[in-house]
């Protein structure tokens, strides 16, 4: 349960009968969050489907919370001010947690340039189920990458706040897996998550 509390003071937090041990010998899956973060265009969406992909493939129960698709529903309220990422990511994290407390492999990928907030998302989750994975690409790799023309809007000045241009990056400063998607493939970056899975022992 999050340390944040709720504004009424009338609602309870209810347990359910099974406990996390009989959910994972019932569905044979440990649930986690794989926290993909890095600069726009650092290839975080992109590896996380394909790991999702294999996943799937081999009968485990994974998804993505993507940072756009997120941010046409749940989050259609917020900009990207250092205030609206907070909450952004805020939202996420407790949303990634209950996807996890259903025995889901949920990838998140999404930007998320501050330290704390994801500290914050790592919290939620017990030892062992939060993986932090940095997309290690220059910002001179994604700009030339830049599928979405976003970079060259930046530079423009036709989009404000936009992290690497405008608005600040936080390295990860001890991710559980770096992936160095600036020059290695995309098959290399997705068998380095799922070995870091079968060596924690979520898969």
């Known amino acids: 349960m999050s340390d944040q509390q709720p504004v009424s003071q009338n609602i309870h937090w209810h347990h359910g009968k099974l406990d996390a041990k009989q959910r994972e010998e019932t569905l044979g899956q440990k649930g ?3 926290w993909f973060t890095g600069l726009s265009a650092s290839g975080k ?3 996380a489907r394909e790991v999702e ?7 485990k129960n994974a998804y993505v919370l993507d940072g756009d698709n997120i941010r ?3 989050n259609s309220n917020l900009g990207f001010s250092p205030e609206d990422r907070k909450e952004n990511i805020r939202r996420i994290g407790e949303t990634a947690k209950l996807f996890a407390e259903a025995n889901v492999i ?3 990928a999404f930007i998320s340039p501050y330290r704390a ?3 914050l998302a790592r919290k939620l989750l017990p030892e062992g189920r939060f993986f932090e994975i940095f997309c290690d690409a220059s910002l001179d790799a994604c700009e030339k990458r830049d599928p979405k023309g976003l970079y060259k809007k930046a530079r423009a000045g036709q989009i404000p706040d936009f992290t690497g241009i405008s608005a600040p990056y936080e390295s990860p400063e001890k991710p ?3 992936l160095k998607t600036g020059s290695e493939s ?7 998550v799922l070995n870091l899975l079968i060596k924690k022992g979520i898969i």
């Open 186 to 192: 995309l098959e290399e970056s997705t068998r380095h």
């Open 176 to 178: 559980e897996l770096i």
């Open 53 to 59: 992909l294999a996943l799937v493939e081999n009968g």
């Open 32 to 34: 986690a969050v794989l």
């Open 72 to 74: 046409h529903g749940l």
């Open 106 to 108: 949920t990838l998140t």
């Open 117 to 119: 907030d994801r500290d």
């Open 45 to 47: 969406s992109t590896v």
